[in-house]
Nanobody
Framework: QVQLAESGGGLVQAGGSLRLSCAVS????????MVWFHQAPGKERKFLGG????????YYADSAKGRFTVSRDRAENMVYLQMNELKPEDAGLYYC???????????????WGQGTQVTVSS
């Protein structure tokens, strides 16, 4: 069974950068995708982007292109989300998830972490 654990959240000023990590316990298949979701306070989880575990190809929601970058280190069993030019609306919980294919629907994913909190100061 795959387990995920996010870390790296914290306080950052608007316009700054933050790098989130997702530690993967277990053995994902090479065809699996590892993705990131954002949940702003009082709102639903929103797909940001992800990476295919085997080949490292990425896919992003339009809202994340340019500012956010997903990467992974298979040797370390880690997935990362590099966030740049942070805005107040980026605040909230960030989750990593594992699935068979990309989807904007959270219930399509097979495993989730507990989330890491990001606060953007203004």
């Amino acid at each position: 069974q795959v387990q995920l654990a996010e870390s790296g959240g914290g306080l950052v000023q608007a316009g700054g950068s933050l790098r989130l990590s997702c530690a993967v316990s277990g053995r994902p298949f090479s065809s699996h995708v590892m993705v990131w979701f954002h949940q702003a306070p009082g709102k639903e989880r929103k797909f940001l982007g992800g990476i295919r575990w085997g080949y490292g190809t990425t896919y992003y929601a339009d809202s994340a292109k340019g500012r956010f970058t997903v990467s992974r280190d298979r040797a370390e069993n880690m997935v990362y989300l590099q966030m740049n030019e942070l805005k107040p609306e980026d605040a909230g919980l960030y989750y990593c998830a594992l699935g068979n294919s990309y989807s904007a629907i959270p219930t399509e994913y097979r495993a989730w972490g507990q989330g890491t909190q990001v606060t953007v100061s203004s």
